[in-house]
């Protein structure tokens, strides 16, 4: 098990990538490159979601940024509902900057069987503090 968003944590993330190989991502979440600043106390943790994965470092490629705090994430991932997405939006718990179009297209986007099956195998070895 690997505690989520340490540095143990983004490296079963990027190794089950490897081994998973091509994920089949619908066109929106293909090419959809956005930063990540979460705010774990003291810490911001500085990652981006690019390929259909998380990775430890901000991707020079994005036009996006979301601002979140540790809870909000790891909440989102863990349960993707995209009504409790909006609602953190909506209430000041994700805030973007940059442009927001690529997270329009993720209401329509839905996850390849693929990709479903790296995030379980991902969710599986994944603790929160």
């Known amino acids: 098990m ?5 540095d143990e944590w983004f490296a079963q993330v990027e190794e089950f990538g490897n081994e998973a190989g091509e994920l089949n991502l619908p066109p929106a979440l293909a090419s959809m490159v956005i930063n990540l600043k ?3 106390g003291s810490e911001t943790i500085e990652a981006s979601f690019a390929n259909g994965l998380l990775h ?3 991707n020079d490629q994005a036009t996006t940024t979301l601002l979140l705090d540790r809870a909000t994430l790891e909440s989102t ?5 995209m009504n409790e997405i909006m609602g953190a939006f909506m209430s000041g718990k994700i805030r973007v900057e940059g442009d927001m179009s690529q997270l329009m297209a ?13 995030f ?10």
């Not at 690997?2 to 340490?6: M, R, V």
């Not at 991932?77 to 509902?81: A, E, K, P, R, V």
Request: hydrophobic share 40%; glycine share 0%; no cysteine.
């Open 56 to 58: 430890r470092v901000l």
């Open 106 to 118: 993720l209401q329509t986007a839905r996850p390849s069987t693929e990709q479903k099956e790296l």
């Open 120 to 129: 379980k195998r991902i969710k599986s070895i994944t603790t929160t503090a």
């Open 38 to 40: 979460v705010a774990d």
């Open 77 to 81: 991932i863990t349960n993707f509902d």
């Open 2 to 6: 690997a505690l989520f968003l340490t």
